[in-house]
């Protein structure tokens, strides 16, 4: 899994202390806490799964940013605030940021949905921050976990479960970045 402009590897490293396989990615940031698990330290191209938090928003043209995301991956699990119902109090709406300035693109469900229909995905949301474009036909058990947290009872025990727990990365880290160390 690769988590697209990563920032300072917070989210890499934590997930890899889960057990997860993540790297990061981001030209614009150093990486601390992640160190030796960027995507360009190790040869890997394409990944199962890419994450962009809060990044969307920093998008001058979405639909020139997006092929981008594309070539680490199919699946994108991304988070940013949909434009709020009632529009006609815009300039005032927090998510702006107009202080930074950093803020470029604002989406509605429905621009949404047509960037990923424009590149052939199928979108998922939960309606305020948390989206998804992706190949794969998700079903409701899969998007209640990912948008809620909530598994169904027996969830664990099925065959097809797609949750897996998973041992710590931490050690196996520890002893990969010492022998780069020590080289």
């Known amino acids: 899994m690769l988590d697209y402009a990563g920032g300072y590897g917070v989210f890499v490293r934590l997930m890899r202390d889960r057990g997860f396989n993540y790297f990061r990615q981001d030209p614009y940031c150093e990486n601390i806490f992640a160190k030796h698990f960027d995507s360009a330290d190790h040869a890997i191209s394409r990944f199962d799964v890419v994450t962009a938090f809060e990044v969307f928003e920093h998008f001058k043209d979405p639909s020139t940013e997006l ?3 594309l070539l680490n991956g199919n699946n994108i699990i991304f988070s940013t605030v949909l434009i709020p119902a009632n529009a006609a109090d815009i300039e005032n709406w927090w998510y702006i940021a107009p202080e930074t300035g950093q803020h470029l693109s604002f989406y509605s469900r429905l621009s949404l949905e047509k960037l990923a229909a424009d590149f052939g995905k199928k979108f998922y949301s939960n309606g305020t921050n948390l989206h998804i474009f992706t190949d794969r036909s998700l079903d409701n058990k899969q998007l209640d976990y990912a948008f809620n947290g909530k ?26 970045v010492r022998g780069l160390l020590n080289r």
């Open 67 to 69: 092929p981008t995301i």
């Open 151 to 176: 598994l169904k009872e027996g969830f664990f025990k099925s065959k097809n479960s797609f949750i897996k727990e998973r041992p710590s990365l931490l050690q196996s880290d520890f002893e990969y």
